[in-house]
């Protein structure tokens, strides 16, 4: 089963929904990995939006592509990487009218990643719909040297620049698509707990 | 919580911001609508404001003292002057009547500080505005607004016929591009969802106007994609007239009747009591008053308070909502 | 009067201190003897004379140095002052207020001389001098709100209004209780609370909003906050906790009354005109525990509160490991009389300590 249920948090925290087909003149659908299942299944509540909808994959590990394909949308493409498609995602907002609904699913990462580009373009967050699936790793930012890990499940964490050592908090923030890291063993050095899995 | 906290270390004398202002040019626009204009009695200059700002003027209308709001109307960066455009509303409870039957250049008023309900989101890409009648006034500050700061903008203006077409000329002679003007009785209408299709990502809507007319655009703009927190309206309500009823202010220790032309927060503050208000449209929340005891139907008519607020019987927007029933105790 | 200067530092040597006068007028937060959160704001319309509540934006001995500690801050780490695109309307509205008021307020440190757009500014104990053209970019070093806030004390967040609750825009942050902008901005007033604890249950925060969605042009409002800081270091963030968290193991009882000190932020809140915004400054005021103790009042009470404080609010606040070798210090200075209420130090009616 690709999705969880997220136990209550602060009021930083994305909350997230299932998708639900709403009226527009176009429909953009970004998906990382397990995502597609949610775009699959929205397609099936309402295969109407199919034939107005450009979809933007990343599969990651996974290979929902085929499936995703059959469903017939209006504009398909696939791509290695989050980093890879952002230049197409930021062109499609930057030709995109007023109308179009955004329907975002898969990874915090990725959903985050495309609603931060969307508000950049001038769009109010409030009207994306975001759905989870799948991995429940985070992207951190680690609040000492700015510098992104992606994909962290491990809390604490090493920050995959200044070497750090970081805890995870539930503190999020939209504008740069990250939770917080902030250093665990500053008041004692060396003192860092064993690293558990999140949610675990 | 408005008031002076147990801890205070601020002074205790502090009065509601008003200007002393006098008339200083009256224009009739055409048979239902007239501009005022106002300097300060004390000579200085106005506060700046934003464009959508309202502010509350005071009549004294005999015994009566009258506060209505109006949108500013005038150039944000001219602040010598400020004008509003009264248009003239026989049905209503009179306040428009009196600016225009009685009011005279040179007479003394009071103006509350500008307050802005109705802002500009300076997010957008671009700023669309869909104006109905009179409701042309806040639209005219904000071009003036965005004009000085290049903003983008476009203006679909709705009037009953070029008689009653308040500032139409001006406003096609100086921005003709972005101006559209429909008039009623030519049959020509707004071809809503076709102004709606293709506007750039990022545009604002905004609609000022008849309640009609505002709720048509808003309906339109969601069954066409729009999100809502990317359309604006103006809603302001001018408090209806309705059955007398009596209200017992519980702090003041006094009971007031509150007449059928007259609404709770007037009847209040017809006793002297002093009773908080910004907008007295029910949009602002700066009115809510606890209610300590009653029996009967509220009649809310605010835009403030939340649905089960509403239903709890324990508040009320005494600026535009009524009661009617046998008990009603206010904590004021 | 006119202002005497300190030369100090807020790091490294730690030079900073407080006159007399400072600490006569150091805005004690505590009205009774105990504390929690509360929706405590008032008007910001003066104060008593000489005290922190007099003028829209207070100038005191620290000025010029902790403006120098704000050009460090800055020129190691930029990112404390952002803003979004759609704030600089704003920022000319906060500048526009700071000038107006700190030239009619403090006329022998500050003058502003304006003919139409054309502006000339000067800051006497900065040594700047400068002729602007309001709302023109281009004629400014920086962009208009981190102009004018490295020449003034305390953080700034410029708050956009929007969909009945506020956005944290923009911001010049370098002397904040651990928080950061780089990371808040972009926010809402929920979202940047998210981290306190209890408030939201309390519903203190929905409450506060309403009243702050409210505030109006001319009628500013005020209240207080608190922490405590190890040291007299201004820039406690996030970015360098690193650096800095560990200080706070180096108290003894030794050192205590000399290093470990009270911080109090003085937040106003003003609505800017051409934008709608409003704006927040956060005025940060420092005094060691042992010049706190100097008033037997503000002595006897802050024992009893940092002793009575719930312990999430002590450990939010970062002292739940100190608060043992804190009230060893503190409970020296309190002899059980009571105290009383308000915040002023009432020298005259207080007794001196019984030991
Ligand atoms: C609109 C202006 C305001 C801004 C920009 C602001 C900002 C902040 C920030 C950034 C924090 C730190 C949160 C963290 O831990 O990351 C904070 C803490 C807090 N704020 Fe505000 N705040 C504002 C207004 C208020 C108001 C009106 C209240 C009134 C109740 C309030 C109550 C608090 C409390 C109780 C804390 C916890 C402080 C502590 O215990 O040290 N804030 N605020
Ligand atoms: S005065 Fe604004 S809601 Fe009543």
Known sequence: MSTFEFPPSIRSRPVYCVLEARPGKAHLMIADAEGAEALIDLALRAPELMAKAHVIY?????????????????????????????????????????????????????????????????????????????????RMQCVHCKGITEDVSNDPFQCSHCGLNLFVRDHYSRRLAAFQGVCIDAEEPGNVPPSKELYS | MTGTAPNSTAPKTVGAAKLAVRVSAITTLNALVTRFEFQR??????????????????????????????????????????????????????????????????????????????????????????AGGIGITPFLAQIKQLEAIGGNWELHYSCRSPDLGSYVDELTEYYPHATSVYYDD???????????????????????????????????????????????????????????????????????????????LEAIERLGVDAPYLCRGGACGQCETDVLDSDGTFLHRDHWLEDDEKESGEKIMPCVSRFEGKILVLNR | MTLQFNTETFRDDYSFHNSQRAIDRFPFPFHEDSYMYAVNMERHQGGPADSVYEKRFDVDEHYVAEMADRAKVLGDDPLRCQSLPHMTLAGWDLLELIMVSKSEEYPDLFELHRKGREWYW????????????????????????EYITRQTQGDFCVLDQREDNLWMDAGMVTTQADWSLDFDIGMNFFEWHAPVPLAHEKGIFKRALKFLLNIQQGAPARRLNWTMTVNPLLDTSPENYHKWGIQKTTLTSENIGAKQHLRVELQTFFRLPRSNALVFPIRCYLMSFQDIVSKPKWGRRLNRVVRDLPEELASYKGFIDNRPLMLDYLSQFDDGLPTSFGVWPDEDITPTLQR
């Not at chain 1, 907002?93 to 950049?120: C, K, N, P, R, V």
């Not at chain 2, 005999?62 to 005038?74: A, H, I």
């Not at chain 2, 010598?80 to 428009?96: F, N, P």
């Open chain 2, 186 to 264: 030519k049959k020509q209408l707004i071809d809503l969802d076709n102004l709606l299709d293709g506007q750039p990502f990022g545009t604002h809507l905004y609609v000022c106007g008849p309640k009609g007319m505002i709720d048509w655009v808003r309906k339109t703009a969601t069954a066409t994609g729009w999100p809502q927190a990317h359309v604006h309206h103006e809603e302001f309500f001018a408090p209806q007239p309705g059955r007398p009823f009596a209200v017992r202010l519980k702090k003041s220790e006094l009971t007031v009747e509150v007449g059928a032309q007259e609404s709770l």
């Open chain 2, 41 to 130: 009695i004390d000579g200085a200059d106005f506060p700046t404001f934003s464009g959508g700002a309202h502010t509350v003027v005071e009549m004294m209308d005999g015994e009566k003292k009258r506060l209505n709001p109006y949108s500013l109307m005038s150039d944000p960066a001219e602040l010598s002057t400020y004008a509003i455009s009264v248009r003239r509303d026989d049905q209503g409870r009179g306040g428009s009547l009196f600016m225009h039957q009685k009011i005279k250049v040179g007479d003394e008023m009071a103006l509350s500080y500008p307050v802005n309900l109705f802002v500009l989101d300076l997010r957008a890409r671009k700023h669309l505005f869909v």
């Open chain 3, 122 to 145: 000067i800051n006497k104990p900065l040594g700047i001098e400068d002729h602007f053209t309001f709302m023109d970019d281009t004629t400014l070093p920086y962009g208009p709100m």
């Open chain 1, 58 to 138: 990343i599969p990651k590990a996974t290979d929902f592509g085929a499936a995703l394909n059959a469903l017939n949308p209006a504009q398909y493409y696939e791509g290695p990487s989050y980093s890879a498609a952002v230049s197409r995602i930021k062109r499609v907002f930057s030709d995109a009218s007023m109308g179009l609904q955004i329907y975002l699913s898969g990874t915090e990462g990725l959903m985050g990643q495309a609603l931060s580009e969307a508000m950049q373009a001038g769009y109010d967050h409030t009207a994306i719909q975001t759905e989870h699936r799948g991995s429940l790793a985070r």
